[in-house]
Nanobody, 124 residues
């Protein structure tokens, strides 16, 4: 069982930066690949970024490439999403998720555990 708690969301102006974190409980965090997803009101949850269990591989949705960076610290049981050059369209609830299963890191169906989310609002 893994429990995930996101933090670090808030209000930022367009062009600004924000870092969100996801702290995981349990001793087996390093066995899980991690992902960040987001969901805006009235829209479906969408993939943002993912990172392998050791951090050697990372994946991004096209609109996040060059702006967002996913990283993890297995010693701290934490995964991070650094977001730069934020745009109003990045406004959403951001959710971290954990998976052991092998599958498309961009597909939420392969993730077994989810956090409650943290809100990111980008003003224009």
């Amino acid at each position: 069982q893994v429990q995930l708690v996101e933090s670090g969301g808030g209000l930022v102006q367009a062009g600004g930066s924000l870092s969100v974190s996801c702290a995981a409980s349990g001793r087996t965090f390093s066995l899980y690949a991690m992902g960040w997803f987001r969901q805006a009101p009235g829209k479906e949850r969408e993939f943002v970024a993912a990172i392998s269990w050791r951090g050697g591989s990372s994946y991004y949705v096209d609109h996040a490439k060059g702006r967002f960076t996913i990283s993890r610290d297995n010693a701290k049981n934490t995964v991070y999403l650094q977001m730069n050059s934020l745009k109003p369209e990045d406004t959403a609830g951001y959710y971290c998720a954990a998976r052991k299963s092998i599958g498309n890191p961009r597909d939420p169906v392969f993730y077994e555990y989810w956090g409650q989310g943290t809100q990111v609002t980008v003003s224009s």
